[in-house]
C-alpha cells in the first residue's frame, strides 16, 4: 500500500519524510488533523525494524492525538513523529538539533514534545532550533507524572462501574512497563492500597519499582495471565491481540500505552464481549498532553491547574461509559463518538476572514 493511500485511510494531512546524513537524522512527523488547531503530539525515538513500521506507527500514533486532543477539550490537532534509532545508543546534540530544524520548517503546523525513547533533555537541544516544541525542563517539563496521575484517575471511574467503588485498596492491578509513566503509576496504586504486579523488557526498571515499592515482579510474557483486576498496559501499543487476548484474566484493562488494541474494531469488539471493560488509551492517557499543552496558557505554565485539569480525567472516562452504555457500543466507539462530536461542532463554525 502507498503512502497516499494509507494518508487517505486514516484521513492524514500530511507526512513529512526527514533525514540529514551529517547527524543520522531519519524522522517522519505525521499532521493527521488541524481542525481544532495546530497539531500537537510527541517524538518518538526508536529501534523500528522497517521504515514501513516507522510510517505505520507515526500514522497510528498521530490519528490517535486528534481524538485525544479533541476528548481533553483542547483546541489543538493531532500529530505525531517518530525517529528510527535505539534511544540508547544513537542520541546526540546533532540528531534533535536536525529534527528541531524540520519541524521548524512546518511554521507551527506541528508542535513537538518528548515522548517514548526521547526525554525532556533532548526537547532542550530541539528548542534550540525551534520555538514548536513544549514539555521544556524550564517550564512543564516531564510529563509522565501528570500522564500517570490521569491514568489513576481513569481507572477509579472504571473501578466504580465495574465493583461499584472506586477504591483501589486490595485490588490486584498488573502493570505491564514501569518506566517512565508506569513508575509514577505504580507509586500511586500502592499509596492507595493496591496490590501490584510489574513486568518490563528492562530487568533494571523492575527491580526499581520492587526495591522501591515492594512490588511483585512478573515475566513479561506472564503478565496477561495474571488472575487479576485491572491490567495496566503502560509499554508500547498493540498489546491486546489475537494471541494475549484469550489469556487476560481481569475485569477492566486501564493504562498509557497508545494504541493498546492491535486492530481497533477487531479486538474492541472482542474486548467487550468478554465483558471486560477497555478504558479507551486516547482518553485515559491524556495527561500528559493536557501538562504540556497547559505551557501555551497566558501567563505559562500553571502546575496547579494542569493537575486540576488532568484529575476530570476521572469524568471523561465516566462520559465513555456512559455513552457505550447509552448508545449500546463498545467503549473504543465510545470515545470515538465523543471525539468526533467535538471535532465536527466546532469544523462546522463559520469562516471568518482575518486579514
Same mark, same amino acid.
Given at each position: 500500500?502507498?503512502?497516499?493511500?494509507?494518508?487517505?485511510?486514516?484521513?492524514?494531512?500530511?507526512?513529512?519524510?526527514?533525514?540529514?546524513?551529517?547527524?543520522?537524522?531519519?524522522?517522519?512527523?505525521?499532521?493527521?488533523?488541524?481542525?481544532?488547531?495546530?497539531?500537537?503530539?510527541?517524538?518518538?525515538?526508536?529501534?523500528?525494524?522497517?521504515?514501513?513500521?516507522?510510517?505505520?506507527?507515526?500514522?497510528?500514533?498521530?490519528?490517535?492525538?486528534?481524538?485525544?486532543?479533541?476528548?481533553?477539550?483542547?483546541?489543538?490537532?493531532?500529530?505525531?513523529?517518530?525517529?528510527?534509532?535505539?534511544?540508547?545508543?544513537?542520541?546526540?546534540?546533532?540528531?534533535?538539533?536536525?529534527?528541531?530544524?524540520?519541524?521548524?520548517?512546518?511554521?507551527? #503546523?506541528?508542535?513537538?514534545?518528548?515522548?517514548?525513547?526521547?526525554?525532556?533533555?533532548?526537547?532542550?537541544?530541539?528548542?534550540?532550533?525551534?520555538?514548536?516544541?513544549?514539555?521544556?525542563?524550564?517550564?512543564?517539563?516531564?510529563?509522565?507524572?501528570?500522564?500517570?496521575?490521569?491514568?489513576?484517575?481513569?481507572?477509579?471511574?472504571?473501578?466504580?462501574?465495574?465493583?461499584?467503588?472506586?477504591?483501589?485498596?486490595?485490588?490486584?492491578?498488573?502493570?505491564?512497563?514501569?518506566?517512565?509513566?508506569?513508575?509514577?503509576?505504580?507509586?500511586?496504586?500502592?499509596?492507595?492500597?493496591?496490590?501490584?504486579?510489574?513486568?518490563?523488557?528492562?530487568?533494571?526498571?523492575?527491580?526499581?519499582?520492587?526495591?522501591?515499592?515492594?512490588?511483585?515482579?512478573?515475566?513479561?510474557?506472564?503478565?496477561?495471565?495474571?488472575?487479576?483486576?485491572?491490567?495496566?498496559?503502560?509499554?508500547?501499543?498493540?498489546?491486546?491481540?489475537?494471541?494475549?487476548?484469550?489469556?487476560?484474566?481481569?475485569?477492566?484493562?486501564?493504562?498509557?500505552?497508545?494504541?493498546?488494541?492491535?486492530?481497533?474494531?477487531?479486538?474492541?469488539?472482542?474486548?467487550?464481549?468478554?465483558?471486560?471493560?477497555?478504558?479507551?488509551?486516547?482518553?485515559?492517557?491524556?495527561?500528559?498532553?493536557?501538562?504540556?499543552?497547559?505551557?501555551?496558557?497566558?501567563?505559562?505554565?500553571?502546575?496547579?491547574?494542569?493537575?486540576? #485539569?488532568?484529575?476530570?480525567?476521572?469524568?471523561?472516562?465516566?462520559?465513555?461509559?456512559?455513552?457505550?452504555?447509552?448508545?449500546?457500543?463498545?467503549?473504543?466507539?465510545?470515545?470515538?463518538?465523543?471525539?468526533?462530536?467535538?471535532?465536527?461542532?466546532?469544523?462546522?463554525?463559520?469562516?471568518?476572514?482575518?486579514?
Amino acid at each position: 500500500m502507498s503512502v497516499f493511500e494509507l494518508m487517505e485511510r486514516r484521513g492524514h494531512e500530511q507526512v513529512a519524510f526527514c533525514f540529514d546524513k551529517a547527524s543520522g537524522l531519519k524522522a517522519i512527523i505525521a499532521i493527521h488533523d488541524t481542525t481544532l488547531g495546530p497539531a500537537l503530539g510527541g517524538c518518538r525515538m526508536w529501534p523500528y525494524s522497517s521504515e514501513e513500521e516507522a510510517l505505520i506507527d507515526v500514522l497510528r500514533l498521530s490519528e490517535g492525538m486528534t481524538y485525544k486532543n479533541a476528548v481533553m477539550g483542547l483546541d489543538l490537532g493531532g500529530g505525531k513523529s517518530v525517529i528510527i534509532g535505539d534511544p540508547r545508543r544513537d542520541k546526540s546534540e546533532e540528531l534533535f538539533r536536525a529534527f528541531g530544524r524540520f519541524v521548524q520548517s512546518l511554521n507551527g #503546523r506541528y508542535i513537538t514534545a518528548e515522548d517514548v525513547g526521547t526525554s525532556v533533555e533532548d526537547m532542550g537541544w530541539v528548542r534550540l532550533q525551534t520555538r514548536h516544541v513544549v514539555g521544556l525542563s524550564t517550564s512543564s517539563g516531564d510529563p509522565s507524572p501528570l500522564t500517570a496521575f490521569g491514568v489513576f484517575r481513569g481507572m477509579k471511574a472504571c473501578l466504580r462501574e465495574v465493583f461499584g467503588s472506586e477504591s483501589l485498596q486490595g485490588r490486584r492491578v498488573a502493570v505491564q512497563g514501569v518506566g517512565h509513566v508506569g513508575y509514577h503509576l505504580v507509586r500511586h496504586l500502592v499509596d492507595a492500597g493496591a496490590e501490584v504486579f510489574a513486568a518490563d523488557i528492562f530487568e533494571e526498571k523492575v527491580k526499581r519499582v520492587v526495591d522501591e515499592f515492594k512490588v511483585t515482579p512478573v515475566a513479561p510474557d506472564s503478565i496477561y495471565d495474571l488472575d487479576c483486576d485491572v491490567f495496566a498496559p503502560c509499554a508500547l501499543g498493540a498489546v491486546i491481540n489475537d494471541e494475549t487476548l484469550p489469556r487476560l484474566k481481569c475485569r477492566i484493562v486501564a493504562g498509557s500505552a497508545n494504541n493498546q488494541l492491535a486492530d481497533k474494531e477487531r479486538h474492541g469488539d472482542a474486548i467487550h464481549e468478554r465483558g471486560i471493560l477497555y478504558a479507551p488509551d486516547f482518553v485515559i492517557n491524556g495527561g500528559g498532553v493536557i501538562n504540556v499543552a497547559d505551557e501555551m496558557e497566558p501567563g505559562g505554565y500553571n502546575r496547579e491547574r494542569a493537575y486540576a #485539569r488532568v484529575s476530570t480525567i476521572y469524568d471523561k472516562v465516566a462520559e465513555v461509559i456512559n455513552i457505550s452504555r447509552r448508545e449500546g457500543v463498545p467503549t473504543y466507539k465510545a470515545a470515538d463518538l465523543m471525539a468526533e462530536g467535538r471535532i465536527a461542532r466546532l469544523g462546522r463554525l463559520k469562516k471568518i476572514y482575518l486579514p
